[in-house]
């Protein structure tokens, strides 16, 4: 058996572009990367596995932002809010910095005409984003700069110079077949967590690509073990928005309400009854006058409400968990300074695909903190891609390189993957509360002896054509993804922030530290200070 390559040469695929940067992904962190890396005079181009500017979770709907004024006590409190939640492993340095360019960024966004509403005083309010209007904004502008926008054109593997420099990547556009190359000084992944295809809103598009790919060119991730976000969402819709079940009953089958459900720790509660039994809600607690607030600001949230005749602020509805994996988590591709660049030359990471553990430790939710951080790593990782390839010199993009990856490349093999079947096997593994919600010991030993089986199977199959490699790459990205989220979950033997062992359920002192993993076929787990993480400043072109 051989690895195929998507092209063995630049005659063999339909487009070949020349880039200084290539950004994959095109949501927030994506958008500002492009931007930013343009801004300082990169040629810049963007590849998405959707259209630009309307898929990913955050174009779905609203985004809280974590947009705090330059003042000396709002800043603290806004740093201390979540440091305990996260489990004391988040860094203050990088909450800074994250604080100075959100403040900063979102006001650029009103400098460009983003229509933020008013408070009751007169003044601006810039603590969230409608998700449509953001990102057809953020398309706007990173058009205006010049980017060339490659839309429903996933990538599908890094390439890489002699020396293992990421130095581009190739890919297929998904409505043409047609192939594509981009040869490139520098790559950006920014392509978001993976919520493993749960149904989650906007999140089919979120498999863990960018993961795969980082790995597959040597990169680690950092916090993998915090990757077991599940989000809120009436039984027949997908949309896990959960700020108004902040003013709802949940009740068992026969009305009564469920004791602990509406607390802080509501949605253990929620999770663990309905191991048994289904859990009902009802948005009974907010106002008159709340309620047409709701829908003005959310507006999203009730269509699927309106669709099923439910008015969920007088009627009883079935609620469901929806795993939103490492969307809501806090693992990803582990980033070494302040620049936004992994372990591997040439490759920088961006949003939800690298680890927001330096902002939040182990714990995060919806908006807020991951909205910041998009914007904020994308702009960093733009500006210090487009250096890095400023650097290189004019011939950089012009190396010799090779594809670099595996997975659903195998020619000469026997036996032909179906990429659904090791999907749904990988989701059987993920999804159930008492599995990965609640973490023992043995089950998460068990369900790692089922993923190693899924990923040398998939490893070692032939794609059937070339017409499934997307579908490959993805059930490929999401085997990997679980494989690291519970090797590192095994090693953390506590209980901090969203992972939850009930072998070992109180929180250890002496575990105050990251864990690092990587690996593909062999995966490996170690462990590293806080304190040990770089912090080289940027240089601006």
């Known amino acids: 058996m051989t690895q195929k390559q998507l092209f063995s040469q630049d005659s063999d695929v339909d487009q070949t572009l020349l880039a200084d940067v290539l950004v994959i992904g095109g949501g927030p962190a994506g958008t500002w990367s492009a931007w930013s890396a343009a801004n300082a005079g990169a040629k810049v181009v963007l590849v998405d596995k959707g259209y630009c500017g309307t898929s990913g979770c955050a174009a779905a709907s609203g985004n809280g932002v974590w947009y705090v004024p330059p003042e000396p006590d709002s800043r603290e409190a806004a740093m201390a809010s979540r440091e305990a939640l996260g489990g004391f492993l988040s860094s203050r340095n990088w909450m800074q910095r994250v604080l100075d360019q959100t403040y900063a960024n979102v006001n650029q966004l009103a400098d460009w005409g983003y229509p933020f509403p008013t408070d009751e005083e007169g003044k601006p309010y810039r603590r969230s984003l409608q998700g449509p209007e953001y990102m057809r904004l953020m398309r706007s502008q990173v058009k205006r700069a010049g980017v060339k926008i490659l839309d429903h054109s996933p990538a599908l593997q890094l390439?890489?110079?002699?020396?293992?420099?990421?130095?581009?990547?190739?890919?297929?556009?998904?409505?043409?077949?047609?192939?594509?190359?981009?040869?490139?000084?520098?790559?950006?992944?920014?392509?978001?967590?993976?919520?493993?295809?749960?149904?989650?809103?906007?999140?089919?598009?979120?498999?863990?690509?960018?993961?795969?790919?980082?790995?597959?060119?040597?990169?680690?991730?950092?916090?993998?073990?915090?990757?077991?976000?599940?989000?809120?969402?009436?039984?027949?819709?997908?949309?896990?928005?959960?700020?108004?079940?902040?003013w709802a009953t949940f009740t068992y089958e026969d009305g009564t309400p469920i004791p602990g459900a509406g607390s802080q720790k509501g949605r253990s509660v929620i999770a663990e009854t309905l191991l048994t039994q289904p859990v009902y809600a009802i948005i009974d607690k907010a106002s008159e006058e709340m309620r047409v607030t709701m829908r003005l600001s959310q507006p999203n949230f009730f269509l699927p409400f309106d669709r099923?005749?439910?008015?969920?602020?007088?009627?009883?509805?079935?609620?469901?968990?929806?795993?939103?994996?490492?969307?809501?988590?806090?693992?990803?591709?582990?980033?070494?300074?302040?620049?936004?660049?992994?372990?591997v030359r040439g490759l920088y990471a961006a949003g939800d695909a690298a680890t927001r553990q330096l902002i939040c430790g182990g714990f995060t939710g919806g908006g807020s903190h991951n909205a910041a951080?998009?914007?904020?790593?994308?702009?960093?990782?733009?500006?210090?891609?487009?250096?890095?390839?400023?650097d290189l010199g004019v011939q950089a993009n012009q190396r010799p390189v090779q594809a670099v990856g595996g997975a659903g490349f195998i020619s000469g093999s026997q036996r032909q993957t179906n990429s659904e079947e090791i999907i749904k096997a990988t989701q059987a593994e993920v999804f159930p509360y008492d599995r990965n919600y609640f973490r023992n010991q043995q089950g998460l030993t068990e369900s790692l002896q089922r993923l190693h089986f899924l990923w040398h199977k998939i490893r070692n199959s032939e794609v059937a054509d070339d017409s499934n490699i997307v579908r490959t790459r993805e059930a490929a990205a999401m085997v990997a993804t679980a494989r690291w989220m519970y090797s590192s979950a095994l090693e953390r033997r506590e209980t901090r922030g969203m992972h939850k062992h009930l072998d070992y359920p109180q929180q250890d002192a002496n575990q105050q530290h990251h864990l690092i993993s990587g690996g593909l076929d062999q995966v490996w787990v170690k462990t590293t200070p806080i304190q040990e993480i770089k912090t080289k400043e940027l240089v601006t072109v």
């Open 308 to 343: 099923a005749g439910i008015d969920p602020f007088t009627q009883r509805f079935p609620v469901t968990l929806r795993l939103e994996g490492t969307v809501r988590g806090t693992g990803g591709i582990r980033i070494t300074d302040y620049t936004c660049t992994t372990s």
């Open 373 to 390: 951080w998009a914007l904020s790593s994308g702009y960093w990782a733009g500006q210090s891609a487009a250096t890095y390839s400023h």
């Open 159 to 246: 390439l890489v110079d002699a020396e293992g420099a990421v130095a581009g990547a190739t890919g297929v556009n998904r409505q043409t077949g047609e192939k594509w190359i981009v040869r490139a000084g520098a790559v950006i992944i920014a392509t978001g967590g993976c919520a493993f295809l749960s149904k989650a809103l906007g999140c089919n598009v979120l498999t863990g690509d960018g993961y795969l790919m980082a790995a597959e060119a040597g990169a680690d991730m950092s916090g993998m073990e915090f990757s077991n976000a599940y989000g809120i969402a009436p039984a027949f819709s997908s949309v896990t928005k959960t700020l108004f079940y902040n």
